[in-house]
């Protein structure tokens, strides 16, 4: 199944999850309904005045649970990282010298940039000894990505990004954002049992002494019962909702790690060690119940039918078809005297976290064997469009590689809150003297002379790296970037701007740069109404069409006739019936912005198909360079289909 396959998969079941949140809605309607009408003794009322006693009744109900839930969901826009905090969860620091939480972060970061999405916020939850983790957020912007101290503890390298990658495959699928939406409904569902123990509570404070001279003439306590009994049955349906919704993603999930990381053993290890060990998945926590269908393994034991998560054997099976269940009880036995360590494992392999540059002819940049900017390469089409959203192997090797190529000081600077601003504009600065000294003095003026200063000093550490460096550069400064005040991100595209401009042109790098730091600066604000998985079509678009096949065209083939051919290649797998024609765009990229809104508002199917007609544009001539290369990751991202680094041979 490819990427475009699962967002309609994924936007299939937010539409059941709708229905069957409705079908949950009406039962509880009708289970406070009959209560009413027995306490009020329906039978003996007028037509007309027990229709309209039921309708308020009905009315009510409908009110307080969609009430609950669009609090729930509101309460829930400040990200995965509220979702984690909510749980006890503490944000990992970024300078941490501690090796368990090194070694996390070192994951996270490769496999980011493996599958190309933003580095998501990093936390721990340190009082839970059980083995699991979830990833929250709307959206790739805002994402989380949440593991237990337990987790840490007993798994190796290997297992942990076993369970990192299973985690992104639900950040690249849109299952995040789906996740959010169930929390909110199922939060609206479960609030009217918390009325319902209200009324319970008030009907026999008030109504005590009353009740044995008043046969049960107060009616708040049975009134209270049935929205108790309405309330669990809508648990009850709820659960199930979550386990119709979950199961088949898991399996999904490890399908996705076992690509990611190019191995089955390290996420089969991580399941049986939590079949093996005493504290298994478990949470403590009371709330996990709420974000049960987020976590890697069951959070709680649930019977088979309200479990969201396959059983362990069956999962540790599909990834070791060689696996017997009878190994679990002997592993059981042994780590119960002998619990694993995951770093003692790791040290016997002889594996480190160390972050040093690679050492190279290059010096400091750690360029080394990374091929010339201008170098044109053979890439296959097919073998892009297979990339989308679906890292191979070679992704997440080649993104440990991009990684330990950027110098060590870089990362720290891009990891940091106080440093990450300059770093980023630094990215920005011309190599033509003149140029640069007016960068300098416009962000003086605009900004200041610290930050103006600090971007100079940025820039001249980072004047030579590589250009597949910098995306992942950036990509690494994306939760350093975010953590700033709101005020602050609005600077910070105000002066990506201003750097832009101050040469009267802008180069495919800048644009791509700029593009993406600014969206997701804007998307981390408002992350909820993020799009990517509307309902256009390319008939309806075709002007947006020709304008990204034209900026393509003219980007990678300067001749106006290989232009022509090349955009011609592009609408006819595309838009075959259509009579745009190629027009050379006088602003270059910068024709794009108009085109953004109706192409990323395209139906999933319709953008497998743009996605394609891009790749043909720019393979017409059966290479790409660098720079179109890096153009196309952009344009998928800004699409949100995620198109991981592309391993160019030098």
Not at 42 to 70: D, E, H, K, N, W
Not at 362 to 368: E, I, K, L, Q, V
Not at 580 to 592: C, I, M, T
């Given at each position: 199944?490819?990427f475009?396959?699962?967002?309609?998969?994924?936007?299939?079941?937010?539409?059941?999850?709708?229905?069957?949140f409705?079908l949950?809605?009406?039962g509880?309607?009708?289970?406070?309904d009959?209560?009413?009408?027995?306490?009020?003794?329906?039978?003996?009322?007028?037509?007309?005045?027990?229709?309209?006693?039921l309708?308020?009744?009905?009315?009510a109900?409908v009110a307080?649970?969609?009430?609950?839930?669009?609090?729930?969901?509101?309460?829930?826009?400040?990200?995965?990282?509220?979702?984690?905090?909510d749980?006890g969860?503490?944000?990992?620091?970024p300078?941490?010298?501690?090796?368990?939480l090194r070694?996390?972060?070192?994951?996270v970061?490769?496999?980011?940039?493996?599958?190309?999405?933003?580095?998501?916020?990093?936390?721990?939850?340190?009082?839970?000894e059980?083995?699991?983790?979830?990833?929250?957020?709307?959206?790739?912007?805002?994402?989380?990505?949440?593991?237990?101290?337990?987790?840490?503890?007993?798994?190796?390298?290997?297992?942990?990004?076993?369970?990192?990658?299973?985690?992104?495959?639900?950040?690249?699928n849109?299952?995040?954002?789906?996740?959010i939406?169930?929390?909110g409904?199922?939060?609206?569902?479960?609030?009217l049992?918390v009325?319902?123990?209200?009324?319970?509570r008030?009907?026999?404070?008030?109504?005590?002494?009353?009740?044995?001279?008043?046969?049960?003439?107060?009616?708040?306590p049975l009134?209270g019962?049935a929205?108790?009994?309405?309330?669990?049955?809508?648990?009850?349906?709820?659960?199930l909702?979550?386990a119709?919704?979950?199961?088949?993603?898991?399996?999904?999930?490890d399908?996705?790690?076992?690509?990611?990381t190019?191995?089955?053993?390290?996420?089969?290890?991580a399941?049986?060690?939590?079949?093996?060990?005493?504290a298994?998945?478990?949470l403590?926590?009371?709330?996990?119940?709420?974000?049960?269908?987020?976590?890697?393994?069951?959070?709680?034991?649930?019977?088979?039918?309200?479990?969201?998560?396959?059983?362990?054997?069956?999962?540790?099976k599909a990834?070791?078809?060689?696996?017997?269940p009878a190994?679990?009880?002997?592993?059981?036995q042994?780590?119960?005297?002998a619990?694993?360590?995951?770093?003692?494992?790791?040290?016997?392999?002889?594996?480190?976290?160390?972050?040093a540059?690679?050492?190279?002819?290059?010096?400091?940049?750690?360029?080394?064997?990374?091929?010339?900017?201008?170098a044109?390469v053979?890439?296959?089409?097919?073998?892009?469009l297979?990339?989308?959203?679906?890292a191979?192997?070679?992704?997440y090797?080649?993104?440990?590689d991009l990684l330990?190529?950027?110098?060590?000081?870089?990362?720290?600077?891009?990891?940091?809150?106080?440093?990450?601003?300059?770093?980023?504009?630094?990215?920005?600065?011309?190599?033509?003297?003149?140029?640069?000294?007016?960068q300098?003095?416009?962000?003086?003026?605009?900004?200041?002379?610290?930050?103006?200063?600090?971007?100079?000093?940025?820039?001249h550490a980072?004047?030579?790296?590589?250009?597949?460096?910098?995306?992942?550069?950036?990509?690494?400064?994306?939760?350093a970037?975010?953590?700033?005040?709101?005020?602050?991100?609005d600077?910070v595209?105000?002066?990506?701007?201003?750097?832009?401009?101050?040469?009267?042109?802008?180069?495919v790098?800048?644009?791509?740069?700029?593009?993406l730091?600014?969206?997701?600066?804007?998307?981390?604000?408002?992350?909820?109404?993020?799009?990517?998985?509307?309902?256009?079509?390319l008939?309806?678009?075709?002007?947006?069409?020709?304008?990204?096949?034209?900026?393509?065209?003219?980007?990678?083939?300067?001749?106006p006739?290989?232009a022509?051919?090349?955009?011609?290649?592009?609408?006819?797998?595309?838009l075959?019936q259509?009579?745009?024609?190629?027009?050379?765009?006088?602003?270059?990229?910068?024709?794009l912005?108009?085109?953004?809104?109706?192409?990323?508002?395209?139906?999933?199917?319709?953008?497998?198909?743009?996605?394609?007609?891009?790749v043909?544009?720019?393979?017409?001539?059966?290479?790409?360079?660098?720079?179109?290369?890096?153009?196309?990751?952009?344009?998928c991202?800004?699409?949100?289909?995620p198109?991981?680094?592309?391993?160019?041979?030098?």
């Amino acid at each position: 199944m490819n990427f475009f396959e699962r967002q309609r998969q994924v936007r299939r079941v937010s539409a059941r999850l709708v229905a069957l949140f409705v079908l949950a809605v009406v039962g509880i309607v009708a289970v406070v309904d009959l209560a009413v009408f027995v306490v009020f003794d329906g039978v003996s009322r007028q037509p007309a005045a027990l229709l309209g006693m039921l309708a308020v009744t009905s009315l009510a109900t409908v009110a307080v649970i969609g009430l609950a839930a669009l609090v729930r969901t509101v309460a829930l826009r400040g990200g995965g990282g509220r979702v984690a905090r909510d749980l006890g969860g503490v944000p990992v620091p970024p300078d941490t010298t501690d090796p368990q939480l090194r070694r996390l972060r070192n994951v996270v970061e490769e496999i980011a940039i493996a599958s190309s999405v933003p580095v998501p916020e990093i936390y721990l939850l340190p009082r839970e000894e059980g083995i699991n983790a979830f990833a929250a957020g709307w959206s790739t912007s805002d994402a989380a990505i949440a593991v237990t101290r337990g987790t840490l503890e007993r798994l190796n390298r290997d297992e942990l990004q076993g369970v990192i990658a299973h985690e992104f495959s639900h950040v690249v699928n849109g299952d995040m954002r789906l996740n959010i939406r169930l929390m909110g409904l199922l939060f609206g569902i479960l609030f009217l049992a918390v009325i319902g123990r209200g009324l319970l509570r008030t009907g026999f404070v008030s109504g005590g002494r009353s009740r044995s001279d008043n046969r049960g003439g107060n009616p708040l306590p049975l009134i209270g019962l049935a929205m108790v009994a309405a309330g669990y049955v809508g648990v009850l349906v709820g659960r199930l909702i979550k386990a119709s919704v979950s199961r088949q993603r898991e399996y999904l999930a490890d399908a996705s790690a076992v690509q990611f990381t190019r191995q089955t053993a390290g996420l089969a290890g991580a399941l049986k060690k939590i079949a093996g060990l005493p504290a298994g998945s478990k949470l403590a926590n009371p709330k996990s119940e709420e974000v049960g269908h987020m976590l890697f393994g069951s959070g709680a034991r649930l019977s088979a039918l309200f479990a969201t998560h396959p059983p362990l054997p069956e999962r540790i099976k599909a990834l070791d078809p060689s696996f017997d269940p009878a190994e679990l009880a002997a592993l059981s036995q042994r780590w119960a005297a002998a619990p694993p360590s995951g770093l003692a494992e790791d040290q016997a392999l002889g594996l480190t976290e160390n972050r040093a540059p690679r050492a190279t002819a290059d010096g400091p940049t750690g360029n080394g064997d990374l091929p010339d900017a201008d170098a044109r390469v053979r890439v296959d089409p097919a073998e892009v469009l297979d990339r989308i959203g679906a890292a191979p192997p070679a992704s997440y090797l080649h993104a440990t590689d991009l990684l330990a190529r950027i110098p060590s000081e870089l990362l720290d600077q891009a990891r940091r809150p106080d440093t990450v601003v300059p770093l980023i504009l630094g990215l920005l600065l011309s190599a033509d003297p003149q140029v640069r000294a007016r960068q300098h003095a416009e962000i003086f003026e605009r900004h200041g002379k610290a930050l103006a200063d600090a971007t100079w000093q940025a820039g001249h550490a980072t004047a030579g790296l590589h250009p597949l460096l910098r995306l992942p550069l950036a990509e690494v400064a994306f939760p350093a970037l975010t953590r700033r005040p709101p005020a602050e991100r609005d600077a910070v595209a105000d002066a990506m701007a201003t750097l832009v401009r101050a040469d009267g042109r802008i180069s495919v790098f800048e644009y791509c740069l700029s593009r993406l730091v600014g969206d997701e600066l804007r998307e981390s604000l408002t992350p909820s109404s993020r799009s990517g998985n509307g309902r256009g079509t390319l008939r309806g678009a075709p002007r947006a069409v020709g304008t990204l096949f034209s900026v393509l065209a003219q980007a990678g083939h300067p001749d106006p006739a290989t232009a022509e051919r090349a955009f011609a290649a592009g609408t006819a797998q595309t838009l075959p019936q259509s009579d745009v024609r190629f027009s050379a765009p006088a602003n270059g990229v910068l024709e794009l912005e108009s085109a953004w809104p109706q192409l990323d508002g395209l139906r999933p199917a319709e953008k497998a198909r743009l996605v394609a007609g891009a790749v043909a544009v720019i393979s017409h001539d059966g290479v790409m360079t660098v720079p179109e290369i890096e153009l196309l990751r952009t344009i998928c991202l800004i699409l949100h289909s995620p198109l991981p680094p592309l391993p160019v041979p030098a």
